[in-house]
């Protein structure tokens, strides 16, 4: 097998043997990414001093029988929202194009402990705010599967580069499927964990009861381990779960048993795509060949889940980015008349058309007169919506579904809507509200050859039920193994 498609755990196989080096395995990577990178535009920033610097130091600890970490010369990419030490830290915005953080998020020190190899940055919509990547200051990134289209947001850069073999694995960020919807348009497998199973901490924020870290790579056992290392309490963050984490690898390949799928009818209504009502469907028929039972369910909340999301998620986003003033760091506007200038011309210069969409949303609904109607509404309406997915659970142990309501779409076809643009988080953003784990597997093709995948959802901190039961299907089908065909 090629050294690129090796997946984490082969990988690590084959240094621990010595049948090569972390160095070896770094330059191959970096040689892809100048081959490929260019077309794809997965990264933002390569970190390739360090990350060779790092491969030798493990090389060298190595061959001293020195005693490594789980990802020892593993090179992994980072979504630049996540803030690293040395480069920059982005989020793909003008505001913040020149921005270098002072500190290591936990995931990445959890990362850097683990003896991992950072390869660089990925690219995202601004600020975490978009469904396809196509809202970055930064340039577009674009789907390996067929380059016209789009690999899914926010953390389109992240999936991108793990689905082109850019990178073993990645780390991105999910406020309304930022994670998932990415996974499921590159055909690899990503995780939303429950909310404050990962600390968010050195994660810029968005929405920060939404937000939540989480690995997309190209198995779950690669997942599983990626979770292992991330997962766990963190002082620093005050919304990190003092609970204790287990071994998610340990029982990984053991089937549920027995195990009850729902799946709600008011997933399958107008607006979801023929080709991946149809996937899913045979998804679940496979679920069933292999002794799982499919359980009819209702939520009959779904339908307001979109509207609750983005009224919560702009109105957060409207406070958060507030700080971003053009006074302390970012970017600051030349020549300002006066204060108030510095602040308008900084913001409006600094700031993406969608970045200020839904800053102005937010404002709107946090404003006097409009904050019982609209956001003090939402919050209670998510209540419900947890509710829905409560009782759904006190009959099913999981609930299956699409991730997306259509296929990758081409580049620039929503761009200019974004109304219809937002739709395509439909399916997602329940997870979000209700801080539950959900996953997306990939489960089959367009007819035009593009990804298509499942989203599994299952109790909050249930993560290693989650990945026993997305690893049932993926033992038995081969759509993971399936990888697009890059232009040499």
């Known amino acids: 097998m090629e050294l690129h498609r090796l997946t984490i755990q082969q990988l690590a196989g084959e240094l621990a043997k010595g049948q090569l080096s972390s160095r070896q395995a770094t330059e191959h990577l970096f040689q892809r990414i100048e081959r490929h990178d260019p077309a794809i535009h997965g990264y933002l920033e390569l970190h390739q001093d360090a990350a060779l610097a790092q491969a030798d130091r493990i090389d060298k600890r190595r061959s001293k029988g020195e005693t490594l970490g789980p990802l020892a010369g593993v090179p992994l990419a980072i979504k630049d929202n996540i803030c690293i030490s040395h480069g920059r830290t982005t989020c793909a915005s003008k505001i913040l194009g020149n921005f270098q953080a002072p ?26 705010m978009g469904a396809s990547t196509e809202n970055s200051g930064f340039g577009v990134t674009r789907n390996p599967w067929n380059l016209q289209t789009v690999p899914g947001g ?27 919807q990415p996974a499921a348009f590159c055909s690899v497998v990503g995780l939303k964990p429950t909310y404050g199973r990962v600390s968010r901490y050195g994660l810029v924020a968005f929405g920060s009861s939404l937000d939540q870290i989480g690995p997309i790579a190209k198995t779950i056992p690669d997942l599983a381990l990626l979770l292992n290392i991330i997962a766990g309490h963190d002082r620093r963050d005050s919304t990190s779960a003092d609970l204790e984490v287990g071994d998610y690898l340990a029982n990984l390949d053991k089937p549920v048993k027995p195990l009850r799928i729902g ?29 799982a039972e499919i359980v009819d369910i209702s939520m009959p909340l779904n339908k307001y889940a979109l ?58 609904t ?106 049932m299907f993926e033992q038995a089908t081969d759509y993971h193994l399936q990888k697009p065909k890059l232009q040499s």
Not at 106 to 128: R, S, Y
Not at 267 to 290: M, N, P, T
Not at 441 to 449: E, L, M, R, T
Not at 455 to 464: I, N, W
């Open 103 to 128: 500190y290591e998020a936990h995931v990445v020190q959890a990362l850097n402990a683990a003896d991992a190899v950072i390869l660089g940055k990925t690219n995202l919509d601004e600020f975490a």
């Open 154 to 180: 926010s953390s389109g850069g992240s999936a991108a580069v793990v689905a082109a073999d850019l990178a073993y694995a990645a780390l991105g960020s999910d406020t309304g499927g930022s994670i998932r």
């Open 263 to 291: 799946v709600a009818g008011e997933y399958f209504q107008e607006g979801l795509d023929k080709e991946i009502a149809q996937a899913v469907r045979q998804a679940l028929d496979f679920y069933a060949s292999l002794g």
């Open 307 to 364: 509207a609750v999301y983005y009224i919560v998620a702009t109105a957060e986003a409207s406070s958060n980015l507030a700080r971003y003033d053009g006074v302390r760091y970012g970017y600051r506007d030349k020549d300002p008349k006066d204060y108030i200038d510095m602040y308008y011309t900084s913001r409006a210069h600094g700031f993406g058309a969608e970045v200020k969409r839904r800053i102005m949303l937010g404002t709107y």
């Open 366 to 471: 946090l404003s006097a007169g409009y904050y019982d109607a609209y956001y003090l509404k939402a919050l209670k309406v998510r209540t419900l919506i947890r509710q829905d997915f409560d009782k759904a659970f006190e009959q099913v142990d999981c609930i299956a579904g699409p991730v997306t309501p259509t296929p990758p779409f081409r580049l620039g076809e929503k761009i200019d809507d974004p109304l219809t643009l937002y739709l395509s988080d439909v399916y997602t953003v329940m997870a979000n509200l209700t801080g539950l784990p959900a996953i997306s597997i990939p489960c089959g093709f367009s007819s035009a050859g593009l990804p298509i995948g499942l989203q599994l959802t299952t109790k909050a901190f249930s993560e290693e039920l989650l990945l026993r039961i997305a690893r």
